[in-house]
């Protein structure tokens, strides 16, 4: 699953719980449940990397969206709920750079387990995150209007 996806998804939940430590492990639990749903995989001999690039680039421009367009009471919440939703896949950067995962093998390959991945669906996985997106700035955006409209 695309990281910018995970993003999107980490923010609504970190939106919806009450304090910052439930949103970092709702974040972390929804993770694993995105990865189980079918989504894009690389072929092993494929070259994955430019899509990575990609996908990380656009995955720290939406954390910057998402804190922008976040009330500012609940940023730590919404921020918990992003971090715990992305920080399983620092197995990725971390071997890719250093040659190591942070996590244990068996977190690793349970992490491995749950994929379900095709090479085909790309295309899909984009839109999909295009639409999540659009959604999570919206109710983030639309949370801080009503919140600004209960202040006098
Ligand atoms: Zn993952």
Redesign the pocket.
């Known amino acids: 699953?695309l990281?910018t996806t995970?993003v999107f998804v980490g923010a609504l939940i970190g939106l919806a719980m009450p304090n910052p430590v439930s949103a970092f492990a709702a974040g972390a639990s929804s993770?694993?449940a995105?990865?189980a749903v079918p989504h894009w995989g690389p072929l092993p001999e494929a070259d994955w990397y430019p899509v990575a690039r990609a996908d990380g680039l656009a995955g720290l421009s939406s954390i910057l969206t998402c804190a922008v367009v976040t009330p500012r009471r609940r940023l730590p919440g919404v921020l918990a709920g992003i971090a715990g939703s992305a920080v399983?896949?620092m197995?990725?950067p971390m071997g890719y750079w250093f040659g190591r995962s942070p996590w244990p093998g068996w977190f690793d390959r349970f992490?491995v387990w749950?994929?379900r991945e095709a090479p085909t669906r790309l295309p899909r996985d984009v839109a999909v995150c295009a639409v999540v997106g659009g959604v999570t700035v919206a109710v983030l955006w639309l949370s801080g209007r009503q919140a600004r409209a209960r202040c006098p």
């Open positions: 699953m990281v995970h993770h694993l995105l990865d399983v896949d197995d990725k992490h749950v994929q």
